[in-house]
């Protein structure tokens, strides 16, 4: 439990603290004069563009008539480098419209938090702030026709039109009174999204959110946890929301160091996972035992006969243990999780040894049992760092076999998403679309490739003339 004292400085003396925070945030520090996250292939972009009828090698389908856009991080000015966090960066989305086999534009546009207004000499965008906290970086997505931008940890999601600008911070009409989470999962049975939300302002409650196919808010459930724990994802099956309740926690010493992210690897919280019945309340939580870990993201979980939940994962070792610049574990795997209800446990079994993250289904198998899963290769032996893996891979999860589809040299991929041909097709029948960065040219291209002939190159590369640093998180909207 954070200790009392600890609690009356968050809720009473926040201001005090972040000018302590502010004060050690702008001070140079000794031999970190670099920052891994500000150079290479991440040295932020400097302008916002719109270009149009973009190039394209080979054919776009005809039936994909939407937004392909992705969010990461890039500062609107130059940060310090010795405190400057890859999670911490100003949100940029870059997106690609394609209609009727054309890319129309490119657009590349900042969330607009305060500091980015102020940055470009703009009047503060419109809604309400959660304090101090507007910066959302992490995901965006379409629901209910609209298109939001969403962070974890407290800011409130981002409302944009249909061409990337800001048009309100928006906490969903006003339906929503806690965080939000930059992962939400669209239950495809009730068009429900459900998250684990979590606030960094308080280290002993997380919430079970939900937003229904209207974009309201219709529950926010208090779950009770300790050390203000980061739950970056969550998974959704028939019965329950699976809470990762894992060791990097809130970390008041990092924060006042001036560091711009305050979480680190807590050897004194205890991992667990909880399985959470969607209507339940916190005395419901099935809380089951795992080896200390840290999980990202999920592909997807889903209810087994035997009354077990199977939930496959790309696994960390530790996380935010040494670096204070971006993720830093020593291995990450991908790995299926048997989690026991009965038992109150966890199986962890190995799927793929080779360094893998952002797992990504077929989404209309949310929740369900489901065959195939695609991932990004990580580097061997160092991590985000340094992009330099040129491989998506696709798991068939029954067969127990991966393809791999590789770009070629110095292209290196992000987070790919999967579209399906139709509404009605079979799993994994469609594309995979996601950015490449040419390290060789300086450049990019929306790769567009057959799922189902996962290493044939690309039916379509859609050329943007400059490099989109990568990013975290991209998803299809297609036009309503
Ligand atoms: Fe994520």
């Not at 920052?35 to 991440?42: P, Q, S, V, Y």
């Not at 916002?48 to 500062?75: K, Q, S």
């Not at 040419?438 to 943007?464: G, K, R, S, Y």
């Amino acid at each position: 439990m954070a200790s009392p004292v600890e609690t009356v400085i968050r809720k009473s003396v926040t201001q005090g603290i972040m000018k302590i925070v502010e004060f050690n945030r702008s001070r140079p520090r000794m031999g970190q004069k670099t920052n891994t996250f500000l150079t290479g292939i991440h040295t932020p972009v400097e302008a916002e563009m719109t270009l149009e009828n973009l190039a394209v090698t080979g054919e776009i389908p005809a039936a994909l008539n939407g937004r392909y856009l992705r969010i990461g991080p890039n500062p609107v000015a130059k940060p310090n480098p010795a405190t400057y966090h890859w999670f911490s960066g100003d949100g940029m989305i870059h997106g690609v419209s394609l209609k009727d086999g054309k890319a129309l534009w490119y657009r590349n546009r900042w969330v607009r938090s305060n500091a980015v207004s102020a940055a470009l000499g703009e009047a503060p965008a419109p809604g309400p702030r959660r304090g101090t906290q507007d910066n959302a970086n992490t995901n965006v997505i379409g629901h209910n026709g609209n298109t939001w931008a969403l962070v974890e940890a407290g800011a409130w999601p981002v409302r944009l039109n249909d061409e990337l600008d800001t048009l309100a911070h928006d906490p969903f009409g006003g339906t929503l009174k806690n965080s939000f989470s930059a992962h939400p999962h669209l239950d495809p049975e009730t068009g429900e999204m459900h998250a684990i939300t979590y606030y960094a302002l308080d280290p002993a409650t997380i919430h079970h959110t939900v937003v229904d196919a209207s974009g309201k808010v219709i529950r926010e459930e208090p779950i009770k946890v300790e050390h203000g724990p980061s739950i970056h994802d969550c998974a959704v099956t028939k019965q329950y929301v699976v809470i990762m309740d894992l060791p990097v926690t809130f970390s008041m010493k990092t924060l006042l160091a001036g560091q711009s992210f305050p979480y680190r690897w807590n050897t004194a919280h205890k991992a667990r996972i909880g399985l959470m019945p969607r209507h339940g309340s916190n005395d419901d939580v099935i809380w089951c035992d795992v080896e200390p870990c840290y999980v990202f993201h999920p592909c997807n979980a889903y209810e087994a006969d035997d009354g077990t939940v199977i939930m496959d994962v790309s696994v960390h070792d530790t996380m935010f243990a040494d670096s204070m610049q971006g993720p830093d574990s020593e291995k990450v795997t991908f790995e299926r999780w048997i989690i026991d209800p009965a038992a109150r446990k966890v199986t962890r079994t190995t799927l793929d040894e080779a360094p893998q993250e952002f797992p990504r289904p077929d989404e209309r198998f949310i929740g369900k049992k489901y065959r195939y899963a695609y991932t990004m290769a990580l580097p061997e032996n160092h991590g985000f760092e340094v992009f330099d893996q040129t491989k998506l891979y696709k798991h068939d999860l029954d067969a127990g076999t991966r393809e791999v589809h590789d770009f070629g040299p110095g292209r290196v991929p992000g987070e790919f998403v999967f579209i399906p041909r139709t509404d009605d097709a079979p799993e994994g029948d469609g594309w995979l679309m996601g950015y490449v960065v040419d390290t060789n040219t300086d450049t990019t291209d929306l790769a567009i490739i057959d799922a189902m002939n996962f290493t044939a190159p690309p039916v379509a590369l859609v050329h943007v003339p400059h490099r989109i640093p990568p990013g975290f998180h991209g998803n299809w909207a297609p036009a309503e």
